[in-house]
Nanobody, 116 residues
Framework: QVQLVESGGGLVQAGGSLRLSCAAS????????MGWFRQAPGKEREFVAY????????YYADSVKGRFTISRDKAKNTVYLQMNSLKPEDTAVYYC?????????WGQGTQVTVSS
């Protein structure tokens, strides 16, 4: 069974920080790029961050650049999203994604709520 299990979501005040984790199981994802997406109520799912298989290149949406950092630990088969200087507009369900040649795997989503 292949799974992406997310954790770390919760409620935080504006200006605070939160660290999301996405632990993969059932197979290794070390050879594939991984990323984070988010979806706010009534809005389309949007790209947040992406990291290459090697971990040496990262990409971010303009809305989070400079505040969020994506990283991965291949030994733990886990990808992280460090979120700093959080804003109320960051409130959304955050999803982990693994980009495989034949399929995309998604986590269950974790709720992040930022209060003003």
């Amino acid at each position: 069974q292949v799974q992406l299990v997310e954790s770390g979501g919760g409620l935080v005040q504006a200006g605070g920080s939160l660290r999301l984790s996405c632990a993969a199981s059932g197979r290794t994802f070390s050879s594939y790029a991984m990323g984070w997406f988010r979806q706010a109520p009534g809005k389309e799912r949007e790209f947040v961050a992406y990291i290459t298989s090697s971990g040496d290149s990262t990409y971010y949406a303009d809305s989070v650049k400079g505040r969020f950092t994506i990283s991965r630990d291949k030994a733990k088969n886990t990808v992280y999203l460090q979120m700093n200087s959080l804003k109320p507009e960051d409130t959304a369900v955050y999803y982990c994604n693994a980009d495989l040649p034949t399929a995309n795997y998604w986590g269950q989503g974790t709720q992040v709520t930022v209060s003003s």
